[in-house]
């Protein structure tokens, strides 16, 4: 049972702001109640009976909007899904649920129709939530043990490194209940780069343009606070190390702050860093990527396992000495880690990947340089023309295209 301290005017006070709570989480830019003849009505369509819990929901709210943090494994990958909305009829987001039910009914009766089948006109499992077109969240409809349960899907992006390289479900929870329970914030709602920024912002809203008391709105952030994972007490507790999920929290924030020593401190608790981190990429293809290079060196003195591509990964200025570690512990010697140096800066790290390579490197130097260069080229020229955003800027890609060009191994 909810315990959240709202007295009945709060609750009613709340909803007049576009605010309701549910199986402790809240939810903003609510929408009324859908209707019983709605309810029943996507009940028909429907293999089963709807859980209790989602008519509970429905009756809330007919949709709206989440920001919390939520991850699966999904085909061996530890996954990060985007459930930041609960489809509702009349959504001006990339279908509203009516939509989203229809894409289903068509999805299944092509699937009963390569089975050589005839579909029953009947959902085994209804969209409820998810984000646009990439992540969905499904209630099981189907009679059966599995009935109830919560199942995210998620769409492969095929070639694109350490990402699901095909369409990818999982079971989130055995009810709707227990799905809203795992939903949590990794960061505090004060940091940046938390998802419950945007739960913040839509506070200062009401309070700055609707009248929304400030005390009322300071409570609240205080109860959708409560959501945070605190992974800090285990740690200081020592017992980190056998919780896996929080370990990987501690193991996720100590990669983006670049916290060599939190990493000697979980490796010193027993965390282990030889599973997905984030989709495939295990911690130190993580550190790379992030530009995280102490993590990385503390990483590495732990033991961690290093991939062959290590040296691809990076994507700024490397430091000579840990590309030498990296090589050391297998990294692959290339052209391709060769022409990733040059072009972020370090000729030094670049000619350490060369001389451990040996014959053949300025040929295959010469092939990814080209490659890569003119890859850069065309960026920069549609960057010019208005029509790409680029991270790098036009001054970014011109000095990696400088870079490339100027290097001669």
Request: glycine content about 8%; proline content about 4%.
């Amino acid at each position: 049972m909810s315990e959240h301290h709202f007295s009945a005017d709060d609750i009613q006070s709340l909803r007049q702001h576009g605010i309701a709570l549910f199986a402790d989480r809240v939810l903003i830019a609510v929408q009324p109640p859908l209707d019983e003849a709605r309810i029943d009505e996507i009940e028909a369509a429907c293999a089963g009976p709807l859980p209790d819990a989602l008519r509970d929901l429905w009756r809330l709210t007919a949709g709206g909007e989440l920001a919390y943090d939520l991850h699966a494994r999904m085909d061996g990958n530890e996954e990060a899904l985007s459930w930041s909305e609960l489809f509702y009829d009349g959504s001006d987001q990339y279908r509203d649920l009516a939509g989203w039910i229809e894409h289903e009914q068509e999805c299944a009766e092509e699937a009963a129709a390569e089975r050589g089948e005839a579909w029953d006109g009947k959902l085994r499992y209804l969209p409820i939530g998810g984000f646009e077109y990439c992540d969905r969240i499904y209630v099981c409809v189907e009679p059966g043990p599995r009935a109830g349960s919560i199942v995210a899907w998620k769409q492969g992006l095929p070639g694109w490194t350490h990402a699901l390289q095909q369409d990818a479900i999982a079971t989130v929870a055995a009810d709707l209940h227990a799905a809203f329970a795992a939903l949590y914030l990794e960061q505090d709602i004060d940091d940046p780069d938390s998802t419950g920024i945007r739960v913040l912002e839509y506070l200062d809203e009401r309070v700055a343009d609707h009248g929304m008391p400030q005390a009322l709105a300071d409570k609240l952030a205080a109860f959708y606070r409560r959501a945070l994972v605190d992974w800090r007490a285990p740690l200081a507790a020592g017992t980190l190390g056998q919780s896996p999920t929080l370990a990987r929290l501690a193991l996720r924030h100590a990669l983006a702050h670049d916290d060599g020593a939190l990493v000697a401190q979980l490796a010193a608790q027993g965390v282990g860093f030889d599973q997905p981190l984030r989709g495939s990429a295990l911690a130190l293809d993580v550190a790379l990527t992030q530009h995280a290079y102490a993590a990385a060196r503390a990483l590495l003195r732990a033991g961690t396992p290093v991939s062959a591509e290590a040296i691809h990964r990076f994507d700024r200025k490397p430091p000579a000495d840990l590309v030498a570690q990296l090589l050391a512990r297998g990294a692959r010697a290339d052209g391709l880690g060769v022409a990733r140096c040059v072009a972020c800066g370090s000729p030094e790290a670049a000619r350490v990947i060369a001389a451990a390579a040996g014959e053949g490197i300025a040929a295959a130097y010469a092939e990814a340089r080209d490659a890569m260069a003119a890859r850069y080229e065309e960026d920069l020229r549609r960057v010019r023309a208005g029509k790409l955003g680029h991270y790098l800027g036009v001054d970014g890609l011109a000095e990696r295209v400088a870079n490339l060009r100027a290097f001669v191994l």
